[in-house]
Structure formats: C-alpha cells, structure tokens
C-alpha cells in the first residue's frame, strides 16, 4: 500500500514539475479560482438563499453547461494560455532579451579591451619618456667626457676643488686662492 502511494505522490510530483502540466495547472487555476472557492470555502445554504439551487446544482448550471460561453471560455483559454507562456513567451521576449543579454556583454568586452589598449599605451609612452631621459643622460655623460678628453685641466681643477672640500689638504697644505 505504501508503494502505491508514494509511486502516486511521485507521479503528481513529476507532473507538477513538468513544465506543460504545472502551466497547465497554473493557468487552470487563475480562470477557475472562484469554482475552487465554491467547492471549498462556500457553504451550502448560503448558496441555497442567494440563487435557489443545491450546491451541485448550481456548480453544474454556472461551471459545466456546455451552451454558456463562460464554459468555453474557461476552459480554452488556459490552453491557449499555457501555448503562448511555453512556445510563444520564450519567442517573443526571452530570446530578445537573451539577445541583448550578450549583445550587452559584447559591448562591456569591447569596453574593457580599449580600456586595457589605453593603459597599454600610455605604459608605452612612458617607457618611451623613460629611455628618452636614460640617453640624454647617456650623452651628456658622453659629451662631459669629451670635454674632459679634450681640456685635462678642467679635470684638474675639479681634482683640486674636491681634494680642497674634502678636508685632507687642509693637514698636509695651505692653499690660498
């Protein structure tokens, strides 16, 4: 006995959670809920003052007379509900939407790859600054020595001036400029 059940509870749980069937089920629910409610909650005496019929009489002539439109109408338009949220919906919006999705995180890549350029070469220029400073150096360094090369006594009185400030001519010479 206890298989049976719960072969029966798994069943309505695999048909609740399959898509069609719980829209189905959904949609069904919205255009009977009143149905629903006169089943459950309303009393039948209640029913009986107010139209004069019996609780299952009044279910029959208001829910299942196949002559009124009502009927037809809420019962056809939870299929066509439940065809235009499972077929159409997805269609119509949620490929769209999917769509500029990535379209969207196109543009962000695209974004963030400029962005990675400009850093990139602005890392460039200043490199490119970097070495312009490191030659001229490297030149005036070369032309000092040129000068050096050229005139010895410059390097000569440099020698002297360093000698003079470092404090060791002072012990051993007096130079009176």
Request: glycine share 2%.
């Given at each position: 006995?206890?298989?049976?059940?719960?072969?029966?509870?798994?069943?309505?749980?695999?048909r609740l959670s399959n898509s069609l069937y719980g829209t189905f089920l959904i949609s069904w629910l919205i255009f009977?809920?009143?149905?629903?409610?006169?089943?459950?909650?309303?009393?039948?005496?209640?029913?009986?003052?107010?139209?004069?019929?019996?609780?299952?009489?009044?279910?029959?002539?208001?829910?299942?007379?196949?002559?009124?439109?009502?009927?037809?109408?809420?019962?056809?338009?939870?299929?066509?509900?439940?065809?235009?949220?499972?077929?159409?919906?997805?269609?119509?919006?949620?490929?769209?939407?999917?769509?500029?999705?990535?379209?969207?995180?196109?543009?962000?890549?695209?974004?963030?790859?400029?962005?990675?350029?400009?850093?990139?070469?602005?890392?460039?220029?200043?490199?490119?600054?970097?070495?312009?400073?490191?030659?001229?150096?490297?030149?005036?360094?070369?032309?000092?020595?040129?000068?050096?090369?050229?005139?010895?006594?410059?390097?000569?009185?440099?020698?002297?001036?360093?000698?003079?400030?470092?404090?060791?001519?002072?012990?051993?010479?007096?130079?009176?400029?």
């Amino acid at each position: 006995m206890k298989e049976i059940i719960d072969s029966f509870r798994e069943n309505i749980k695999n048909r609740l959670s399959n898509s069609l069937y719980g829209t189905f089920l959904i949609s069904w629910l919205i255009f009977h809920w009143n149905f629903i409610f006169l089943v459950i909650a309303l009393n039948e005496d209640k029913i009986l003052h107010s139209t004069g019929f019996l609780k299952n009489e009044y279910l029959i002539s208001r829910y299942f007379n196949l002559h009124d439109w009502h009927f037809w109408f809420s019962w056809l338009m939870p299929f066509l509900l439940t065809y235009i949220i499972i077929w159409k919906l997805p269609e119509w919006i949620l490929l769209r939407a999917y769509s500029k999705t990535e379209e969207y995180e196109i543009n962000k890549k695209i974004i963030k790859i400029s962005q990675q350029r400009r850093v990139e070469q602005e890392e460039v220029k200043l490199q490119e600054q970097t070495v312009k400073k490191v030659t001229a150096v490297a030149k005036q360094v070369i032309e000092e020595k040129k000068i050096k090369d050229a005139d010895p006594t410059k390097e000569w009185e440099q020698e002297i001036l360093d000698f003079k400030t470092e404090g060791y001519g002072n012990r051993y010479f007096s130079f009176k400029e």
